[in-house]
């Protein structure tokens, strides 16, 4: 067991719903993709679920057990923040030994190998990495960390594509040889599409959806061609993203891919295409 | 083995696919050991559950069996299963995409036969036509 239940969340900062009333049930041993625009709350309910802030309504229940005050229940997340916590004077070898102290089932020669894989100096203080290498450095302690829960709030910020190709092998291979529940908030979506098992979007605070990737994408499809034949195969269907390049248009079809109109779209000379998740995104959450 | 991730067919089909292609190749052997799910879902970066319902789709039509505690092996038969499965929708999967691409392009159907018969003889008569 590794659940999550957010019951009825919401937070209020003044006169600002951070978030409003949100119901998710997180399984055990899956790895979801937490998508948001900036501001849509995603850390927010990150710091809840982390006893980091209080919810103002509503409650946050991990195998049963309030996360309110409740050190038991919360040594069993690690969360890996995107600003940086940790002592800035501080050695990075040090820190991964107080975190074994947090976490006694921390891997310090997993972390320690990671850092050499990663070209990590484990003797440079917190203050003196660069921004790539700070989301390094936390990534490691959390991938490490051997927590039932981990929580990843944007991982690969300033990381270059080679590291952070790096970072997503080792997350799926850490992952597939200890089962967790593992939360990753990111704005690279099309990135973390084919690592992340179930979506969970949210807009200005609220739940927009909560879905398996394979299932949202089999849910739409692209389709394209010659602008006016497009516009007589879309016709009294939903569609997002319709984009127009001289007379050639292209559209999302928000229908099962499974509910094609093979033979129109063979009479008006169309294409189709997968959807992509990044799209999807864009219109659900413009 | 590649995935294409554009590509319309979901990654499980696609990866089940790739797996059905080595062996067809020879490169995964009858009854010989298969690579872990793990190594396939780290080598592609995709998620192991992904991965596991590609692998689960050729275990249920008897193309790779798991040995418990070991891993997954290829079927005796395996290769002669995946040959009449592909036979069968070989006209689906490629002489109608090649039939749609053709008529895009203006070729009849006599110049695809001319093409498939005799290489690449089309343009070479054009040429002596030309002259």
Known sequence: MKTIQIKGVSKVYGRTKALDKVDITIESNRIYGLLGRNGAGKTTLLNLMTNKIFPTEGEIVIDGETVLENDKALRNIFYMTEQNLYPEGERIRNIYKWTKEFYPSFDMEYAKGLSEKFGLDTKKKVKDLSTGYASIFKAIAALASNADIVLFDEPVLGLDANHRDMFYR?????YSESPKTIIISTHLIEEVASVIEEAIIIKEGKLILKQSVEELLSGAYIVSGEASRVDKYIQGKKCVGIETIGSFKSATVLEAVNNRDEALSEELKLEFARAELQKLFISLTN | MLIDFNSEKPIYLQLAEAIEDNILKG????????????????KYRINPATAGKGVNVLVDEGILYKKRGLGMFVSAGAKRKILEKRRNSFYEEYVQSLLEEAAKLNISKEDIVKMIVGGNEIEDNSDKGSK
């Open chain 1, 170 to 174: 080792e997350l799926i291979s850490s």
């Open chain 2, 27 to 42: 490169i995964f052997e009858e009854e010989a050991q298969i690579v872990s799910t793990t190594e396939i879902s780290v």
